[in-house]
């Protein structure tokens, strides 16, 4: 008799456990967020750039800003766009100075588009200000992770649409 109690017992822990472990999974919640590494070259005087963005958040909101027909894997059509959409959403400024992303190209890694870019002509940095505003108008939680590595300093910044920006002095 107590053994069927306290395999009742045993049972009724396991289905509440199941239950609560399988209710978990109706509520799944995807999650935005890029990557973007900014890396300065000091033999090339200039500021690399890889971002890296989830291919179908990146399409749709090419699509809704852009054309309809994007897809990331078409060479000329998407790199053109990409670049414009970076240029709009991805400043940075060295030393108080507005700078030009210059696109170098794109290539797909798995379910992420890795883009990227540079900065030419900087032979000094005493400032570095990032702002990332990368899909912030299409997904309400987006966040955008941002590492620099200038010499030896490194920091890292985790923007959101509050707050889009990040300054590195040095």
Known sequence: MKKSIIMNGKIKALVIFLFIVLSGFTSIHKYYVSVTDVEYSGKSKALQITSRLFIDDFEKVLHERYENSIKIDNQNKADYYIASYYTKKFVVTVNKQPQKLKFIGKEIEDDMVVSYFEIENVPTINTLAITNKLLF??????????????????????????????????
């Open 137 to 170: 108008d299409q997904f309400e939680g987006q966040q955008n992770i941002t590492h620099i590595k200038i010499n030896n300093t490194k920091k890292s910044f985790l923007l959101i649409k509050d707050k889009p920006s990040g300054l590195l002095n040095l």
